[in-house]
T-cell receptor, first 113, second 112 residues
């Protein structure tokens, strides 16, 4: 199946630090979605990106849709303990098929108070 | 805020038994999905459903799986004869547009 590669796999940061994680693919995506998953819960949509080059913010979160349409990054500024969780990128592969979504393998974020 | 609800939260079943996982999508949503997440791994797409039919399904969604929207509110996933490797979290999601999917909290399926 289609691979979405996320890096880093995990990270340990100090509260207050900024965080950056990214997602790359060998194929073109026309939409990038970023989700956060807390233990025992379902993924929660954080940011949706619909256009190459688009930069979108949601509070302390900022995400960008790469110009090549093969990558995206998510930044979290001034991290807090509740940012702990697993962050997944996801998207529908292909220009016209919006019914099948692929998820990355996730970046596990740990924040030390 | 409206939520996707899934029941049960945990299902324990003997191998070979049939299991039905239930979901109540957000009421005005039109697109419905099932995903699977094996412990410690990524979320995997199973199937999408729109207008009372399957839109797309993955290689995982073989003949043992089926989905149904039996009434205006429920969306179910049935596994006919469960295998050990079916043990996973199963997530239901729905959206009013195809992209902004809202997930339920999942059903943990344990096959013994």
């Amino acid at each position: 199946g289609q691979q979405l590669n996320q890096s880093p796999q995990s990270m340990f940061i100090q509260e207050g630090e900024d965080v950056s994680m990214n997602c790359t693919s060998s194929s073109i995506f026309n939409t990038w979605l970023w989700y956060k998953q807390d233990p025992g819960e379902g993924p929660v949509l954080l940011i949706a990106l619909y256009k190459a080059g688009e930069l979108t913010s949601n509070g302390r979160l900022t995400a960008q849709f790469g110009i090549t349409r093969k990558d995206s990054f998510l930044n979290i500024s001034a991290s807090i303990p509740s940012d702990v969780g697993i962050y997944f990128c996801a998207g529908p592969l292909g220009e016209y098929n919006f019914n099948k979504f692929y998820f990355g393998s996730g970046t596990k974020l740990n924040v030390k108070p | 805020e409206p939520e996707v609800t899934q029941t049960p939260s945990h299902q324990v079943t003997q191998m070979g038994q049939e299991v039905i996982l239930r979901c109540v999508p957000i009421s005005n949503h039109l697109y419905f999905y099932w995903y699977r997440q094996i412990l410690g791994q990524k979320v995997e797409f199973l199937v999408s459903f729109y207008n009372n039919e399957i839109s797309e399904k993955s290689e995982i969604f073989d003949d043992q799986f089926s989905v149904e929207r039996p009434d205006g509110s429920n969306f179910t996933l049935k596994i006919r004869s469960t295998k050990l490797e079916d043990s996973a979290m199963y997530f239901c999601a729905s959206s009013d547009r195809v992209l902004a999917q809202h997930f339920g909290d999942g059903t943990r399926l344990s096959i013994l």
